[in-house]
């Protein structure tokens, strides 16, 4: 009689196991959104309830931008050394955390300090999302990936105030800052439980690693160095990289930090006006998978890589525009409908700013200039918070922020002539410090 071996089983795979990474990558995004626009959302009440003035408002979150500007480029630079999941994990259990303590806030000083430590730990998301899809997606696909996580903020935005009004029109503002950060102790289970890099991930199929694995052999034969991180400010790409965050984060920054403080100098009661804070986020999340989408197909279709991404930048520019003309109506269906545009323009360019750094540098010094970019973000922001709380508190009535929006529509403007001009190949391209674009 003979002998026939068992046969092995085949191993346990996921198909497309870098989509449901990148699932987690938007997940943490739509946690990190809930958590920071309990503030946003809860401001107009909270203002009268501690008696503060604009400029008291913009201190607080001026302190979450000074925490969150440090924190990009000091936790990219930790991404790089210790790696995605460790790093992301250390920083989400941080800020839920932080989330959950914040109740224990009472007065301007004690806010301040709990939204600088929230900030702190919730710059680490885009350095490190965007150095996960450098190691788990082809560059084909890096653009719809970077949008599909980035959208994570729009949908946060979106529902918060789904989420957070009514449990603070029930119970109060300290339980409603409470719920947001508890998510974060759910996502970190799932993260530890699936994540791990392609090369040793036990789930992935032999097909999608070796897609991957190709895709790595090709970048490499570009002989790519790894740069030393105070030489990467020498290169006109990375300020490049970083105009575009530091030009246009600010002008997302204002909807998310002072959407409905505008709204109700306007006129505007936001129980009526909760369809006028959602929009303008749907519209992001769109304009992200728009800007993913159609500089994947424009590359798919024969465009060079700096060709098509710089299309989205030129239409995403434009577009954000649409938001002066809000200086001349108080009607709430035409300044939702404007923000929205604008909202939608600035994702696209927002996706092109967030997976630039996976298109020009290697795999090292990804998540660096990501952080770099964050800082030069956060910096814009924290001038542009500062002047707005002043200049907001000057004038009074339905048009106390329109020199606010005049500029909010044109230094995105100029943000993409500053992209134009610094990504090109540059003899740091000849020399092999950056990648051909």
Known sequence: MTYTAPATPARKTIPHLRWWIASLL????????????????????????????????????????????????????????????????????????????????????????????????????????????????????????????????????????????????????????????????????????????????????ESERQMLREDKCDLQTTNLKRIAWRNLLKLPQTWGVIVAKAFTDPVWYFVTDWFPIYLVAKGIDLRSGLLAIWVPFIAADLGNFFGGAVSGWLIKHGWSLGRARKAVVIFGGIGVTMLIPTIWTTNLFTITSLFALATFCYAAFSTIANVLPSDLYESGSVASVSGMSGTGAGVGTIIAFALIGHFSDLHHGTHEFDPIMVVAGLIPFVGMLLVLALIRNTRATDEGLVRAI
């Open 26 to 205: 938007f997940a943490s995004t739509i946690i990190n959104y809930l958590d920071r626009q309990t503030l946003s959302l809860l401001a107009p009440y909270l203002k009268g309830q501690y008696h503060w003035t604009n400029t008291d408002y913009a201190a607080i979150v001026i302190a979450f931008r000074v925490a969150y500007a440090l924190g990009q480029t000091a936790f990219g630079r930790l991404m790089d050394k210790i790696g995605t999941r460790r790093g992301l994990s250390l920083t989400v259990a941080w800020y839920s955390i932080i989330s959950v303590l914040t109740p224990l806030a009472n007065s301007l000083l004690s806010f301040g300090f709990f939204r600088f430590l929230l900030g702190a730990g919730e710059s680490a998301n885009w350095p490190a999302a965007t150095k996960a899809v450098s190691e788990w997606f082809p560059k084909q696909e890096r653009g719809l990936a970077t949008a599909f996580f980035d959208s994570g903020s729009s949908i946060g935005g979106a529902i918060a105030p789904f989420i957070i009004l009514p449990i603070y029109f029930r119970w109060g503002w300290r339980p409603a800052v409470v719920v947001p950060g508890l998510l974060g102790f759910l996502w970190l289970l799932l993260w530890r439980r699936i994540y791990q890099p392609p090369e040793v991930h036990p789930l992935i199929s």
